[in-house]
């Protein structure tokens, strides 16, 4: 498998830019340099930009003024769409759930904050090592995948390079609009073998054929957020859409923290209960294995 994320289709022109970048540029200000190197798609590439009085000229007529890039720099927590009328924080509330969205800066690809908590480990990681560790876990890619909770999209677009087909569902229509505005996943909505759906995958998994699926990636929220996403009648749910010797990887949570080993041993119990069988604790990537 291709080791990078995003790998699939373009950055659709997005104009990104986190603190990193924005004290670069300001460094290089001070310094009184003409230009400088920076990234203004959070870390996928670099490009040369001139730097002026007024600010950082991005196109012929059009500048991010100093003042912006300010404000950009001093918010460690924020990522910016940045187009020729401003300005703004890559950050959504959710009437549906009521939960701010907020896509977070790493030194790699974002994550996203999710009413202030990371979906990705970033502690002695990135989200890139983070969602790659997960796919690996699942072993083999080929045919039907299901990829239970989107998220920002990272594992659906990884598994798309080698699945004939990846279907992933997503609760909340806001994560959707996040997506389209992060250059690391905005593909997702322009990869053809990728469908993604919205609504509750506890719902929407009923209405899958049996035996519908080769493979299951399966990483939902925290288990306080998505406790029916842990439950038996849901894992026997995903084991008849699995086809019989199709693997699944549970994402749980650290499995040596005093919680995370309690819900990984509930986990473990109830997925065989559930039909799964070599239950298996992949400790690198945070979850266990199964097969249908």
Same mark, same amino acid.
């Not at 995003?6 to 670069?24: N, V, Y």
């Given at each position: 498998?291709? /080791? +990078?994320?995003?790998?699939?289709?373009?950055?659709?022109?997005?104009?990104?830019?986190?603190?990193?970048?924005?004290?670069?540029?300001?460094?290089?200000?001070?310094?009184?340099?003409?230009?400088?190197?920076?990234?203004?798609?959070?870390?996928?590439?670099?490009?040369?930009?001139?730097?002026?009085?007024?600010?950082?000229?991005?196109?012929?007529?059009?500048?991010?003024?100093?003042? /912006?890039?300010?404000?950009?720099?001093?918010?460690?927590?924020?990522?910016?769409?940045?187009?020729?009328?401003?300005?703004?924080? $890559? +950050?959504?509330?959710?009437?549906?759930?009521?939960?701010?969205?907020?896509?977070?800066?790493?030194?790699?690809?974002?994550?996203?904050?999710?009413?202030?908590?990371?979906? #990705?480990?970033?502690?002695?990681?990135?989200?890139?090592?983070?969602? %790659? =560790?997960?796919?690996?876990?699942?072993?083999?890619?080929?045919? *039907?995948?299901?990829?239970?909770?989107?998220?920002?999209?990272?594992?659906? %677009?990884?598994?798309? +390079?080698?699945?004939?087909?990846?279907?992933?569902?997503?609760?909340?229509?806001?994560? #959707?609009?996040?997506?389209?505005?992060?250059?690391? =996943?905005?593909?997702?909505?322009?990869?053809?073998? $990728?469908?993604? %759906? $919205?609504?509750?995958?506890?719902?929407?998994?009923?209405?899958?054929?049996?035996?519908?699926?080769?493979?299951?990636? #399966?990483?939902?929220?925290?288990?306080?957020?998505?406790?029916?996403?842990?439950?038996?009648?849901?894992?026997?749910?995903?084991?008849?859409?699995?086809?019989?010797?199709?693997?699944?990887?549970?994402?749980?949570?650290?499995?040596?923290?005093?919680?995370?080993?309690?819900?990984?041993?509930?986990? $473990?119990?109830?997925?065989?209960?559930?039909?799964? +069988? *070599?239950?298996?604790?992949?400790?690198?990537?945070?979850?266990?294995?199964?097969?249908?």
């Amino acid at each position: 498998m291709n /080791e +990078q994320l995003g790998a699939i289709g373009d950055q659709s022109g997005l104009i990104t830019l986190a603190h990193p970048s924005a004290r670069a540029l300001l460094t290089a200000r001070a310094q009184f340099a003409p230009d400088a190197n920076v990234s203004l798609d959070l870390n996928r590439s670099v490009v040369r930009v001139t730097l002026t009085t007024a600010g950082v000229q991005i196109r012929d007529g059009w500048s991010i003024s100093w003042d /912006e890039v300010e404000r950009i720099a001093g918010d460690d927590a924020g990522c910016y769409a940045c187009t020729p009328t401003g300005i703004r924080k $890559i +950050q959504a509330f959710s009437e549906a759930t009521q939960r701010v969205y907020t896509l977070y800066p790493t030194t790699g690809a974002p994550t996203m904050l999710i009413s202030g908590i990371p979906m #990705h480990r970033i502690k002695d990681t990135d989200p890139q090592r983070d969602t %790659l =560790s997960k796919v690996r876990a699942l072993g083999r890619i080929s045919g *039907r995948i299901l990829d239970t909770c989107t998220g920002l999209g990272y594992t659906a %677009l990884a598994m798309a +390079q080698q699945a004939a087909q990846v279907t992933t569902v997503e609760l909340d229509p806001v994560v #959707h609009t996040i997506i389209r505005q992060n250059p690391w =996943s905005c593909a997702l909505f322009a990869t053809p073998n $990728i469908t993604p %759906l $919205i609504g509750d995958v506890a719902e929407l998994v009923e209405g899958f054929a049996d035996a519908a699926f080769d493979a299951i990636l #399966h990483d939902p929220p925290m288990f306080s957020l998505a406790g029916e996403l842990y439950a038996r009648t849901f894992y026997q749910q995903l084991h008849r859409v699995l086809r019989r010797g199709g693997r699944l990887f549970h994402y749980i949570g650290n499995p040596e923290s005093r919680s995370g080993a309690t819900i990984t041993r509930g986990v $473990i119990q109830r997925l065989g209960e559930a039909g799964f +069988q *070599r239950v298996q604790l992949r400790v690198q990537a945070f979850g266990v294995t199964a097969i249908a």
